[in-house]
């Protein structure tokens, strides 16, 4: 039997600045191999492959490469690759078809 999936880009963005709605930070900072931090987006968008399989979400793009080669990795893991993977948000969801 085959696994049903489904593969949707997303856009992720960071959080509103407290006490001004609307205000977003431009840049999104990610954690190289290393732990060096390097700006992974700066015009405050960066878009990843996400892929639904079941009840999980799996993400690939070129911040999960740098780390893991041709891999999606969970949820929980893409989201430690932020330097501030709690100010990271998912604000669109497109559907591939």
Known sequence: MKAKFETEIVTLQNEEMPGQPGKRPSYIQGKKPDGEHFLL???GFHQANRIHIEDNFYYIDALV???????????????TLFVYPDGVEITNVQAVV
């Not at 490469?65 to 989201?79: C, I, L, P, R």
């Open 65 to 79: 490469y740098t780390h893991y080669g041709v891999k999606a990795v969970d949820e929980t893991t893409y989201f």
């Open 41 to 43: 987006a700066q015009t």
